[in-house]
């Protein structure tokens, strides 16, 4: 785990955020039974873990409930706007500013793609990206509207990537329902991956509770929950991890959603 880093004052700024916000929440816990390589121009593969992360209790759960509801998410994005940042231009302007900081710093990953929207995004920007998802079905409708891309079936607890391997790293509405003592786990193996001058960016739920969800996107019963934070709490995890926070986006709740949170941060060196 790379050394600590001292805080400094990062800058906010102030947004809104449409309630697209609550977005597949994270799909991040699938265990794939064998590790798959990318295809595309540039394939690399998944390594044997050196940092084991614990297992989420209720990752099976997790997984079912966003393989139920993918259908309905992915034809939302297509239909209505839902979950693509083209239509949220505060969320928008995150993504742009974490593109041009690592674009000439190698692949970049996104964990918890759900339907791909943002990495087909970042791909059309010219990065080197691929997405996964802890949702076999969200990866299914990522490829079928993205053939493009490149998309695996994986979970953030059993990914393993090799060290400074990466230019950049998305969790981007898609860590908050990783239990609270596994998310440091998770931060600190993104940190690892992280090249020197590489960047890291997340989006999430601002708050104190932990939610409980039955039901989302039309209706479909769901198991999960959303783990929230207070924006000091997830800055002084990240910093923790051994990344610097560079900027925070701090945003209102709305009639469908509550108040949300993006901070990037960089690998020093």
């Known amino acids: 785990m790379p050394g600590a880093v001292r805080r400094r004052r990062s800058h906010k700024v102030t947004g809104r955020l449409d309630s697209s916000a609550d977005r597949r929440g994270t799909v991040e ?4 039974s064998v590790p798959r390589p990318f295809t595309g121009p540039k394939s690399y593969r998944w390594l044997m873990r050196e940092h084991p992360i614990d297992r989420p209790a209720d990752l099976d759960a997790v997984r079912e409930s966003y393989d139920r509801v993918a259908d309905n998410y992915a034809q939302m994005v297509v239909t209505t706007g839902v979950g693509d940042i083209r239509s949220h231009p505060w969320l928008k302007a995150s993504i742009d500013a974490f593109a041009d900081s690592v674009r000439e710093l190698g692949p970049v ?27 076999p079905r969200m990866i299914e409708n990522a490829r079928r509207l993205h053939p493009h891309c490149r998309f695996s079936v994986a979970s953030a607890t059993d990914l393993d990537l090799g060290e400074a391997s990466l230019g950049g790293v998305l969790g981007w509405w898609s860590l908050f329902n990783l239990p609270r003592e596994v998310l440091p786990q998770v931060l600190a193996l993104f940190a690892r991956a992280l090249k020197p001058g590489g960047h890291f960016i997340t989006a999430t739920h601002v708050g104190d509770e932990d939610a409980v969800r039955t039901e989302a996107y039309g209706g479909v019963p769901v198991r999960w929950t959303t783990h ?3 924006p000091e709490q997830l800055v002084d995890l990240i910093e923790r991890a051994g990344l610097y926070p560079v900027a925070e986006l701090r945003l209102p709740p709305e009639e ?6 993006v901070v990037m941060a960089r690998r020093p060196g």
């Open 29 to 32: 816990y699938a265990i794939p």
């Open 109 to 135: 990953l996104d964990v918890g793609c759900g339907p791909g929207t943002v990495t087909a995004y970042l791909a059309e920007r010219g990065l080197d990206v691929s997405g996964v998802d802890l949702s």
């Open 228 to 230: 929230k934070w207070r």
């Open 256 to 261: 469908y959603s509550g108040p949300g949170l």
